[in-house]
C-alpha cells in the first residue's frame, strides 16, 4: 500500500513537470463532462420522467457511474492503459520484481486529470441529492456510501478483465470498449428502462444493476427491503474471476511470449 | 551443481503466417496458417558463482529468450533450470529478489523525473532495508559517478548518463547474479570503458555471476573469459575466450608495399592479391611463421613498409558463423 502511494505521488511529481499542460487539460475535462449532464438536463425538457424516473433520479445514479469509472481511470490508470505496458514491454519489467504483479500495474501509471471528473461527478452527486426528497436513515446512507465503492469495483473488475485480452493480442482493442466505454453508457441510466435482455444481461453477466439499479430503487424508496440495499457488495464476487482471468492470461503469457 | 544450471530448454513459437496481398490477407483472417519458429533448440550449460560469461550470437539466435527464460519472464516448454536452487518461472517473487536485468535498449528509469525518486520506488519494490538502502546507493554513486546527475529528470540526460543509471538501478538490492542485456549499446568510447571497468570490478569484488550479452565484442573480450555461442537457437561454442581463437586466429594478414614484383609460391600462403602500392598476403600462421616469411621476403624485394595484422574477434566471429551457416 506504500508502494501505491508513492508511486502515485511520483506519477503527481512526473505530471506536475508539465504544469501548462496540466492545466490546461484539467479544464478541458471540466468542460467535456460537464457536456454530458446538459445531455440529459435537455432529455428531461422534453421527458419529464423516463419509465418513472425522474431527471434527479437519473443524475444520482449517473454521477454515481460517473465516479466509479473516473475513479479508476485516476487510480487505476495502470490497468486502463494495460495495452500500453505490454506493447511496450515494460511488462517484463514488472515480472522482474518481487511485487504482486495487479500492484505494480497499478502503480504503473496514473492520470490525475481525470480528477476533475470525479469533483464533478460529487458535485452532480450532491446536487441530485438535494433535489430528491429521500427519508434518509443509518441505513440509506450506508447503501449511498456502498455504491459509491461497488462502482469503483465494478470498473476496476471490468478494466482488469479489459486488460487481460492484451494478453491475447493487442490489436483489435476496440472489442474491450465495448465492455468498457460501452457499459459504461448504458449504466450511467437506471438499468430497469431497458428491455428484459439488458437488464439480465447487466444483472448477472456484468452486475452493473447491483450498483446502481436495486440500491437506487431502495434508496428512493421503491423497493423497501433493506437488502437491496446491501446488493452493492455482490459486486465483490464478481471481482474474484475477473482477478483469475487476470491470472490465466498472465500465465499464457508467459508461455507464449508477445 | 553448479550455481545456474540449465538443462534441455527448448521453446518454440508460434507465429500466424502473414502473406502479402489483399487476397491473401482474406484467406488468412478465415483460417489462419501458424508457423512454429523455435528460438531455443535444446540448451544446456552450467555457470559458476562468480563467472562473467559472454553470451553471444548473431541476431535472432534466441540470445534474449534465453535471458527471458532464465530471469523468470518466459517458461520454457521443456527443459529444466535451477538458479540458485530455485527454477525462475515457478518462484517468481522469491527468485527476482537474487537478479539484476539491465536492457539496453529498455529503460527502467522514470523519464520526466530524476533517477534518486526511481532508486526510492525500487527500495520499496524490494523492500531494502533503510541503512543497506543507503550504503548501497552511496557505493554506487560514488562507484558509477553519479553525484551530478542523479537529481537530473532523466529525459534531460545523455545515453551514456542514462545508462549508468539505468545499471545503478538493477544492483540497489545486491544481486547475485547480474544479467546484462546489450548494456553499451550506442554508447561513446568513455562511457564505453566506464561500463566495462565498473562491471569488471563487480565481479570481482562482490563475486556477482554475470551473464552478458552484446554485439560489441570488444565488451566481449574485455570482461569475459568465457564464452557461449548459440545460433539458430543451438548452442555452439562453449569454453573459453583462448581456445576460441586459437582455433581460429591462424590468419593473418600482412600488407606490403614495394615496388618490385613479387612471385612467391610457398606453402602457408593462402592468398596473394595486388593492392595499390604493393601486395596482401593472407598468411596461416600455423604452417609458415611470421619471421619465416620475412626472411623469405626481404631475399627477394625491397619492402618499403610492412603491416601485420591479426585477426580481431569480430572477423573470428564472422568466420564462426561462416563455418556453422548461420
Same mark, same amino acid.
Given at each position: 500500500?506504500?508502494?501505491?502511494?508513492?508511486?502515485?505521488?511520483?506519477?503527481?511529481?512526473?505530471?506536475?513537470?508539465?504544469?501548462v499542460?496540466?492545466?490546461l487539460?484539467?479544464?478541458?475535462?471540466?468542460?467535456?463532462?460537464?457536456?454530458s449532464?446538459?445531455?440529459?438536463?435537455?432529455?428531461f425538457?422534453?421527458?419529464?420522467?423516463?419509465?418513472?424516473?425522474?431527471?434527479y433520479?437519473?443524475?444520482?445514479?449517473?454521477?454515481?457511474?460517473?465516479?466509479?469509472?473516473?475513479?479508476?481511470?485516476?487510480?487505476?490508470?495502470?490497468?486502463d492503459?494495460?495495452?500500453?505496458?505490454?506493447?511496450?514491454?515494460?511488462?517484463?519489467?514488472?515480472l522482474?520484481?518481487?511485487?504482486?504483479?495487479?500492484?505494480?500495474?497499478?502503480?504503473?501509471?496514473s492520470?490525475?486529470?481525470?480528477?476533475?471528473?470525479?469533483?464533478?461527478?460529487?458535485? =452532480?452527486? &450532491?446536487?441530485? +441529492?438535494?433535489?430528491?426528497? %429521500?427519508?434518509?436513515?443509518i $441505513? @440509506?446512507?450506508?447503501?449511498?456510501?456502498?455504491?459509491?465503492?461497488?462502482a469503483?469495483?465494478?470498473f476496476?473488475?471490468?478494466?482488469?478483465?479489459?486488460?487481460?485480452?492484451?494478453?491475447?493480442?493487442?490489436?483489435?482493442?476496440?472489442?474491450?470498449?465495448?465492455?468498457?466505454?460501452?457499459?459504461?453508457?448504458?449504466?450511467?441510466?437506471?438499468?430497469?428502462?431497458?428491455?428484459?435482455?439488458?437488464?439480465?444481461?447487466?444483472?448477472?453477466?456484468?452486475?452493473?444493476?447491483?450498483?446502481?439499479?436495486?440500491?437506487?430503487?431502495?434508496?428512493?424508496?421503491?423497493?423497501?427491503?433493506p437488502?437491496?440495499?446491501?446488493?452493492?457488495?455482490? =459486486?465483490? &464476487?464478481?471481482? +474474484?474471476?475477473?482477478?483469475? %482471468?487476470?491470472?490465466?492470461? $498472465? @500465465?499464457?503469457?508467459?508461455?507464449?511470449?508477445? | 551443481?553448479?550455481?545456474?544450471?540449465?538443462?534441455?530448454?527448448s521453446k518454440?513459437?508460434?507465429?500466424?503466417?502473414k502473406?502479402?496481398?489483399?487476397?491473401?490477407?482474406?484467406?488468412?483472417?478465415?483460417?489462419?496458417?501458424?508457423?512454429?519458429?523455435?528460438?531455443?533448440?535444446?540448451?544446456?550449460?552450467?555457470?559458476?558463482?562468480?563467472?562473467?560469461?559472454?553470451?553471444?550470437?548473431p541476431?535472432?539466435?534466441?540470445?534474449?529468450?534465453?535471458?527471458?527464460?532464465?530471469?523468470?519472464?518466459?517458461?520454457?516448454?521443456?527443459?529444466?533450470?535451477?538458479?540458485?536452487?530455485?527454477?525462475?518461472?515457478?518462484?517468481?517473487?522469491?527468485y527476482v529478489?537474487?537478479?539484476?536485468?539491465?536492457?539496453?535498449?529498455?529503460?527502467?528509469?522514470?523519464?520526466?523525473?530524476?533517477?534518486?525518486?526511481?532508486?526510492?520506488?525500487?527500495?520499496?519494490i524490494?523492500?531494502?532495508?533503510?541503512?543497506?538502502?543507503?550504503?548501497?546507493?552511496?557505493?554506487?554513486?560514488?562507484?558509477?559517478?553519479?553525484?551530478?546527475?542523479?537529481?537530473?529528470?532523466?529525459?534531460?540526460?545523455?545515453?551514456?548518463?542514462?545508462?549508468?543509471?539505468?545499471?545503478?538501478?538493477?544492483?540497489?538490492?545486491?544481486?547475485?547474479i547480474?544479467?546484462?542485456?546489450?548494456?553499451?549499446?550506442?554508447?561513446?568510447?568513455?562511457?564505453?570503458?566506464?561500463?566495462?571497468?565498473?562491471?569488471?570490478?563487480?565481479?570481482?569484488?562482490?563475486?556477482?555471476?554475470?551473464?552478458?550479452?552484446?554485439?560489441?565484442?570488444?565488451?566481449?573480450?574485455?570482461?569475459?573469459?568465457?564464452?557461449?555461442?548459440?545460433?539458430?537457437?543451438?548452442?555452439?561454442?562453449?569454453?573459453?575466450?583462448?581456445?576460441?581463437?586459437?582455433?581460429?586466429?591462424?590468419?593473418?594478414?600482412v600488407?606490403?608495399?614495394?615496388?618490385?614484383?613479387?612471385?612467391?609460391?610457398?606453402?602457408?600462403?593462402?592468398?596473394?592479391?595486388?593492392?595499390?602500392?604493393?601486395?596482401?598476403?593472407?598468411?596461416?600462421?600455423?604452417?609458415?611463421?611470421?619471421?619465416?616469411?620475412?626472411?623469405?621476403?626481404?631475399?627477394?624485394?625491397?619492402?618499403?613498409?610492412?603491416?601485420?595484422?591479426?585477426?580481431?574477434?569480430d572477423?573470428?566471429?564472422?568466420?564462426?558463423?561462416?563455418?556453422?551457416?548461420?
Amino acid at each position: 500500500m506504500k508502494l501505491y502511494f508513492k508511486s502515485l505521488g511520483m506519477h503527481l511529481k512526473a505530471e506536475l513537470e508539465y504544469r501548462v499542460n496540466f492545466i490546461l487539460s484539467f479544464l478541458s475535462q471540466i468542460l467535456i463532462f460537464f457536456t454530458s449532464y446538459f445531455v440529459i438536463i435537455a432529455l428531461f425538457t422534453k421527458f419529464d420522467n423516463i419509465k418513472g424516473f425522474t431527471m434527479y433520479e437519473v443524475l444520482l445514479c449517473f454521477s454515481i457511474i460517473q465516479f466509479g469509472f473516473a475513479f479508476n481511470e485516476v487510480f487505476a490508470r495502470g490497468i486502463d492503459r494495460f495495452d500500453k505496458l505490454i506493447i511496450k514491454g515494460d511488462f517484463d519489467r514488472l515480472l522482474l520484481r518481487p511485487k504482486s504483479i495487479i500492484l505494480q500495474v497499478l502503480c504503473s501509471d496514473s492520470d490525475f486529470v481525470k480528477t476533475a471528473r470525479i469533483i464533478q461527478a460529487i458535485i =452532480v452527486l &450532491i446536487i441530485a +441529492i438535494m433535489n430528491l426528497s %429521500i427519508h434518509w436513515n443509518i $441505513m @440509506k446512507v450506508i447503501t449511498l456510501i456502498l455504491m459509491l465503492i461497488s462502482a469503483c469495483v465494478i470498473f476496476f473488475g471490468i478494466f482488469l478483465v479489459a486488460a487481460s485480452y492484451c494478453f491475447y493480442t493487442v490489436q483489435g482493442l476496440e472489442v474491450r470498449n465495448v465492455f468498457t466505454d460501452g457499459g459504461k453508457h448504458m449504466a450511467q441510466y437506471p438499468i430497469g428502462v431497458f428491455s428484459k435482455g439488458f437488464v439480465v444481461f447487466f444483472t448477472f453477466i456484468i452486475p452493473y444493476a447491483f450498483v446502481n439499479y436495486y440500491p437506487l430503487l431502495y434508496l428512493l424508496g421503491k423497493l423497501d427491503s433493506p437488502i437491496y440495499g446491501l446488493s452493492p457488495l455482490l =459486486v465483490i &464476487i464478481y471481482l +474474484i474471476p475477473c482477478i483469475i %482471468i487476470f491470472y490465466m492470461g $498472465m @500465465k499464457r503469457y508467459s508461455s507464449v511470449g508477445s | 551443481m553448479s550455481f545456474i544450471e540449465v538443462k534441455q530448454i527448448s521453446k518454440t513459437f508460434r507465429v500466424a503466417k502473414k502473406k502479402s496481398g489483399l487476397k491473401e490477407a482474406f484467406k488468412s483472417f478465415i483460417k489462419r496458417e501458424y508457423l512454429d519458429v523455435v528460438a531455443v533448440d535444446d540448451i544446456s550449460f552450467s555457470i559458476e558463482k562468480g563467472e562473467i560469461v559472454g553470451y553471444i550470437g548473431p541476431n535472432g539466435a534466441g540470445k534474449s529468450t534465453t535471458i527471458k527464460i532464465l530471469s523468470g519472464i518466459l517458461n520454457p516448454d521443456s527443459g529444466e533450470c535451477k538458479i540458485a536452487g530455485m527454477t525462475p518461472w515457478k518462484e517468481r517473487v522469491k527468485y527476482v529478489k537474487k537478479i539484476g536485468v539491465v536492457f539496453g535498449q529498455k529503460s527502467q528509469l522514470w523519464w520526466d523525473i530524476p533517477a534518486e525518486d526511481t532508486f526510492d520506488l525500487l527500495k520499496d519494490i524490494y523492500d531494502i532495508p533503510e541503512e543497506e538502502y543507503q550504503a548501497t546507493k552511496k557505493d554506487l554513486i560514488k562507484r558509477l559517478n553519479l553525484e551530478d546527475i542523479i537529481n537530473i529528470p532523466v529525459r534531460q540526460l545523455s545515453l551514456g548518463q542514462r545508462m549508468r543509471c539505468e545499471i545503478a538501478a538493477s544492483l540497489l538490492h545486491n544481486p547475485e547474479i547480474l544479467f546484462l542485456d546489450e548494456p553499451t549499446i550506442g554508447l561513446d568510447a568513455v562511457s564505453k570503458q566506464l561500463v566495462r571497468d565498473f562491471i569488471k570490478k563487480l565481479n570481482k569484488e562482490k563475486k556477482t555471476t554475470i551473464i552478458l550479452t552484446s554485439h560489441d565484442m570488444s565488451d566481449i573480450t574485455t570482461l569475459a573469459k568465457r564464452i557461449i555461442l548459440i545460433g539458430k537457437g543451438k548452442v555452439l561454442y562453449d569454453g573459453s575466450l583462448k581456445k576460441l581463437r586459437d582455433k581460429y586466429d591462424t590468419e593473418t594478414h600482412v600488407n606490403i608495399r614495394t615496388k618490385d614484383k613479387l612471385s612467391i609460391r610457398k606453402k602457408g600462403i593462402t592468398s596473394k592479391n595486388k593492392t595499390r602500392d604493393g601486395y596482401e598476403l593472407v598468411v596461416n600462421t600455423k604452417i609458415l611463421s611470421i619471421s619465416e616469411l620475412l626472411m623469405n621476403l626481404s631475399k627477394k624485394i625491397l619492402i618499403d613498409d610492412i603491416d601485420i595484422e591479426q585477426d580481431t574477434i569480430d572477423h573470428i566471429i564472422v568466420k564462426l558463423y561462416e563455418d556453422y551457416k548461420i
